[in-house]
């Protein structure tokens, strides 16, 4: 990683410039404003704040499942070799399919909570996106159920699993398909402490080991302090009477 | 939309819809518990119009147009009517005086004087598969005159005819083959059907002429052609009766029919069908709100593991064939189980009624069509349902579905 920062022009993966995504509800509005974002191909990058920063928001543009109001460039490089591609014009193009089909190849979410199919064994629900993609077992599955402690429970059913134990297999999931990149939102946020760092070590460990960019957003920074993420600056202040919230990140 | 892909969908549905049995049972619970009554309802309406109507048009009796007095019908009036599309039979018919013969059988000791009834390929009142006198000598007795002569099929019998001619007192015979015994409705009292040839001879015998085919002496038949005085006439169903008397009165004929009695049943039929439909609407109605209802709320409560669909990269129209698949599947299993109790209340509705009925008759009934028709409807509805609400969660973005609690 140090190594990618001292090269005179990282590959990016994420470039974002001029990003605002702007929600209204009754009485009060949240803007997320994204004067300029970068981020290089295997990074680690954490999104700290408290909750209702728009965290979340900023995450789900950046997994392409949330249009964002405006944007003045939005480019997503898929992987090493591949030129970047002009994400607001699909948003503009409505091609919502094409940007499903990009998510279910490039990219691995980790919900806050749940996210896993309830009525898929553990283990299909691992192999949900491999298997949407056609890909043959080569034994990443079973290797990261391995690390992640959860090869005793492939077989169940989520609901009889611990919270702790669907996260491991929410990341797992995640990671199954090795993606270009993956997004987590609060992974570990309804852990105890000491299983949250331990996961969350896990999971650092897993994608550098695959290679994989990583965006974790966190409550705490004290915990992934110590694993190497970049940390993106923002600041979130009141305008108007406290009618709109406006948050503004960098990096 | 690639096969794959189709499975990938069909695999999750099902897997989801087995997972959640319990809601997919009621789901499937509530469909046939509104949909089997309807069946009843449409089965009764099937079975009890349709037994009625069936009584009418069976009854060859509905279909005659009998002429009043007597007339002059030539073989081409004949001709014309036969022609015509809503007359099923017409045959002459000779004095009615006239058409008359005596049997005599081997097992009976009494001569029975029967009338002759003229007939031919297609009568109505002999049933269909029933043999037909074709022959002169070839009768089909009527069930009575059968039991009075204590014949059966294939016997034969002496039929006889007495005249008084040139002064002297005749009686000729002629051996008659009983090819067939009519069944009790067709003809009450004691008859003989008989081909036109035979009940020709009769009247030309009585008349002093000669019936050669039959050897009987006489004198010779007037030049030209022979005119009849009568006929039997059936029109070829019971909604043809009305035209055909209308359109014979208009020739200046007098003719009765039971157009009267037909009217009746067929505005009782059309009234019964108006308010059949009215509550078949209503219950289609109510059945399509409900399981319309169901199945949006359903997608409803599956937005989120839609999004999550999504998420793993399902395209929208994926996601839109998720619903539509478990409704299939609950309209599917919902006919299935209707179709069930309908048959089981079909089965002792018509049991309990058993004694008021004729053999072959019930009260409900439904035909496969019927069957096809229902769950046609159901599948039509629930799909329709389900991708609207798949729809509609499919065009939210995925991130607004995943953030619900």
Not at chain 1, 142 to 167: F, N, Y
Not at chain 1, 226 to 241: C, E, I, S, V
Not at chain 2, 5 to 21: C, G, Q, T
Not at chain 2, 283 to 288: A, E, V
Request: aromatic share 6%; proline share 5%.
């Amino acid at each position: 990683m140090e190594q990618e920062h001292s090269t005179a022009s990282p590959v990016l993966i994420y470039h974002l410039r001029g990003v605002v995504k702007t929600r209204e509800a009754k009485g009060s509005a949240f803007r997320l404003v994204v004067p300029s974002l970068q981020i290089a191909l295997g990074e680690k990058i954490a999104l700290i704040g408290q909750s209702g920063c728009g965290k979340s928001t900023l995450l789900d543009i950046l997994a392409l499942i949330l249009r964002p109001t405006e944007s003045a460039a939005f480019r997503f490089r898929p992987e090493p070799g591949a030129s970047p591609l002009d994400i607001s014009k699909y948003w503009k193009g409505k091609k919502l399919n094409w940007l499903g089909d990009l998510r279910k190849q490039r990219m691995g979410y980790v919900m806050q909570t749940g996210g896993l199919l309830p009525y898929l064994s553990v283990r299909e629900n691992m192999t949900l996106s491999r298997r949407l993609l056609g890909m043959r077992d080569d034994g990443t599955v079973d290797s990261l159920a391995k690390a992640l402690g959860i090869h005793r429970h492939m077989e169940r059913l989520p609901g009889l699993l611990s919270v702790g134990e669907r996260q491991r297999v929410a990341i797992a999931r995640a990671l199954a398909h090795r993606p270009s990149i993956v997004i987590a939102d609060e992974p570990t946020a309804p852990l105890d402490p000491i299983s949250a760092k331990k996961i969350m070590a896990i999971f650092m460990e897993l994608v550098e080991q695959m290679n994989i960019t990583v965006i974790v957003a966190s409550h705490d920074w004290k915990h992934i302090q110590r694993l190497g993420l970049r940390r993106l600056a923002h600041h979130t202040h009141q305008k108007q009477d406290g009618a709109i919230t406006e948050t503004t990140v960098t990096g | 939309m690639p096969v794959k892909r189709i499975f990938d969908v069909l695999r999750l549905a099902l897997r989801d819809y087995s997972h959640e049995w319990e809601m997919s049972g009621c789901f499937v619970l509530a469909l046939a518990a509104v949909l089997a009554p309807m069946m009843v309802l449409f089965g009764l309406k099937v079975g009890v119009v349709g037994s009625m109507v069936e009584g009418l048009v069976e009854e060859p009796r509905n279909r005659e147009v009998r002429a009043v007095g007597s007339g002059h019908f030539g073989p081409d009036w004949f001709q014309a009517m036969r022609e015509r599309p809503d007359v099923a039979f017409v045959v002459p018919r000779t004095r009615s005086l006239a058409a008359t013969i005596q049997l005599k059988s081997r097992t009976a000791r009494r001569i029975l004087p029967v009338e002759l009834i003229p007939s031919g390929e297609g009568d109505p009142l002999l049933s269909r598969g029933s043999r037909i006198p074709t022959q002169p000598t070839e009768i089909v007795l009527s069930d009575s005159a059968a039991r009075r002569l204590k014949v059966k099929a294939g016997d034969k019998v002496d039929g006889s005819l007495a005249r008084r001619f040139q002064g002297r007192n005749e009686r000729v015979h002629v051996e008659l083959t009983v090819i067939a015994v009519a069944r009790p409705a067709a003809f009450s009292r004691e008859g003989a059907f008989a081909a036109p040839a035979l009940v020709v001879a009769a009247e030309d015998f009585r008349d002093g002429r000669a019936a050669t085919e039959f050897g009987w002496e006489g004198q010779a038949s007037p030049e030209g052609p022979r005119t009849f005085p009568g006929f039997r006439l059936y029109a070829r169903s019971i909604y043809d009766v009305a035209a055909l008397r209308d359109s014979l009165t208009a020739e200046g004929m007098d003719v009765r029919t039971q157009a009267g009695d037909i009217d009746r049943v067929q505005s009782m039929e059309r009234n019964l069908t108006a308010v059949f439909w009215t509550i078949a609407v209503i219950g289609l109605l109510g059945f399509s709100f409900s399981l319309g209802a169901s199945l949006w709320a359903n997608v409803d409560r599956k937005r989120r593991e839609l999004s999550v669909l999504r998420l793993v990269g399902f395209r929208t129209g994926d996601i839109v064939w998720f619903p539509v698949l478990q409704a299939l599947f609950t309209a599917l299993l919902g006919w299935g189980v209707a179709s069930l109790v309908y048959l089981g209340v079909e089965q002792s509705i018509n049991r309990m009624l058993a004694s008021q009925l004729q053999q072959g008759q019930s009260v409900c009934l439904l035909l496969p069509e019927h069957f096809m028709v229902a769950v046609v409807f159901t599948v039509g509805s629930a799909v329709v349902a389900a991708g609207l609400g798949g729809f509609r969660a499919a065009r939210i973005e995925p991130s607004d579905g995943l953030r619900e609690i």
